[in-house]
């Protein structure tokens, strides 16, 4: 199973690379970005478009048909069409998710941008985002896009990761450790 995915993350990586350098090469990244953003959107928020993506049933004809109708009401870039057609010629549609999202972590890598990921157990403001993003940016150097998550199951602190760098103050975890020392015990 691990080389299925290994497979399929691979396959993914240089579908998105592949689809970076096209759109490098005709101009038209910003664009291609932005289109790729609102239709990653799109498939997290719709069933139908998940349905479209992942049942194999689905004849190619039609997932190009459909894909057509939804790239001209959102008027999409046409060489972002003609590559989810190429995709959907090739089989790999089933991957289009993660091919998306590899473009985009390749637009921020290309652009010098670091990848964090913040989950907390109470919202935070605005404010305290940006300000955390700002810190954050100034201790790496570099920018930093980050993503945030409410947990509640943290029951409080937070988890913070910056490229391989973890850092851990839960609740949860700290709990967890002491769980763990009392079963070795």
């Known amino acids: 199973m691990s080389n299925k995915n290994s497979f399929s993350d691979a396959s993914a990586k240089s579908y998105s690379q592949a ?7 005709e101009n038209s990244l910003k664009e291609v970005e932005e289109n790729v953003q609102v239709l990653i959107n799109l498939i997290s928020k719709s069933e139908d478009l998940n349905i479209l993506i992942k049942n194999p049933t689905y004849k190619q004809d039609e997932q190009v048909n459909i894909i057509s109708i ?17 995709l959907i010629q090739k089989r790999r549609f089933f991957y289009l998710e ?9 637009c921020s ?33 570099s920018d930093v896009k980050l993503n945030y ?37």
């Open 149 to 185: 998550t409410l947990d509640p199951s943290l029951i409080g602190g937070l988890i913070m990761q910056v490229e391989s760098l973890m850092i851990d103050t839960s609740i949860k975890n700290k709990l967890q450790q002491i769980e763990n020392k009392m079963i070795e015990v």
């Open 70 to 86: 939804l790239f001209q009401k959102f008027q999409f870039n046409n060489l972002l069409k003609k590559f989810i057609s190429f």
């Open 109 to 141: 890598k290309n652009r010098g941008e670091i990848t964090a990921k913040l989950s907390v157990a109470k919202a935070l403001s605005s404010e305290e985002i940006n300000k955390i993003k700002n810190d954050l940016s100034q201790n790496f150097g």
């Open 19 to 25: 689809l970076y350098e096209l759109a490098l090469e």
């Open 98 to 106: 993660n091919i998306l999202k590899g473009f985009i972590d390749a």
